[in-house]
């Protein structure tokens, strides 16, 4: 299915259900199968949810979610400003599914007492289609021990859309001391597939130096990282 009929389809839902039942701010509307609810946060409405329901977001800063095994599409309604912070998960879902993402910003959690490199969108065992389109994905700043939050993590997942999206690595910097702070990865995919398209990936910038010679800073980030993953890129800037 194309992006304009997509956004076409939620743009009619979104009019629907604002007519008939209109949302408070910061809540997130849930779509079934002749049924329309209100629910706090979006795992709420998850929790709930059927598939082919279709998940609303009022402008709001919401907590990180996980998809477990749904078709679902999560979309911000027009012109709203919808922000995710904390770790996404989409996974488990089936080659007859699909799971549309769609107008978020996702910003990954900063969790300096983790000991592997945190996330902020990690699509993984996904069999059907995953589209994330006109999101951004951003790793958090010293994510896990000292270095940025990696943006993007994609694993045994052949069928994966970025479009339209920023996918950003989070910095090594703003961690309080000056010390080798490594930027995030932009992506990092494995036994996947990913289509990119008019988009723009990029790896984390490295803490700076204290410029004295004491501390030399830490390195930036590659954008994309594959390990036996086939990827397809058009209009996009990747560095």
């Known amino acids: 299915m194309s992006r304009s009929i997509i956004l076409r389809a939620l743009l009619c839902c979104s009019l629907l259900a604002i007519l008939a039942a ?28 059927s598939d082919g329901d279709v998940l609303l977001f009022e402008s709001g800063t919401y907590p990180g979610f996980t998809v477990p095994g749904l078709a679902l599409t999560l979309a911000a309604l027009p012109d709203s400003n919808v922000r995710i912070e904390g770790s996404v998960q989409v996974r488990w879902i089936a080659d ?38 006109d999101c951004t994905v951003q790793g958090n700043s010293c994510g896990s021990s000292y270095r940025g939050g990696d943006a993007l993590r994609v694993t045994d997942s052949p069928r994966v859309a970025l479009l ?44 700076d130096s204290d410029g004295v010679g004491t501390h030399a800073g830490g ?21």
């Open 219 to 239: 390195d930036g980030a590659t954008a994309v990282r594959l390990i036996g993953t086939e990827l397809y890129a058009a209009g996009t800037s990747v560095y």
């Open 96 to 133: 007859s599914q699909s799971v549309v993402l769609s107008g978020l910003t996702i910003i990954g959690p900063a969790d300096l007492s983790a000991s592997t490199a945190t996330y902020a969108l990690w699509i993984r065992s996904a069999g059907g289609t995953v589209t994330v389109q």
């Open 22 to 49: 209109p949302s408070p701010a910061g809540q997130v509307l849930r779509l079934g199968a002749g049924t329309q609810t209100l629910h706090a946060t979006p795992q709420d409405a998850i929790d709930l949810a």
């Open 164 to 207: 339209g999206c920023t996918v950003q690595g989070g910095s090594g910097g703003g961690c309080g001391t000056y010390l080798t702070h490594g930027g995030g990865l932009g992506i990092d995919a494995s036994a996947s597939g990913l289509v990119i398209q008019d988009s723009l990936v990029r790896g984390g910038w490295g803490e």
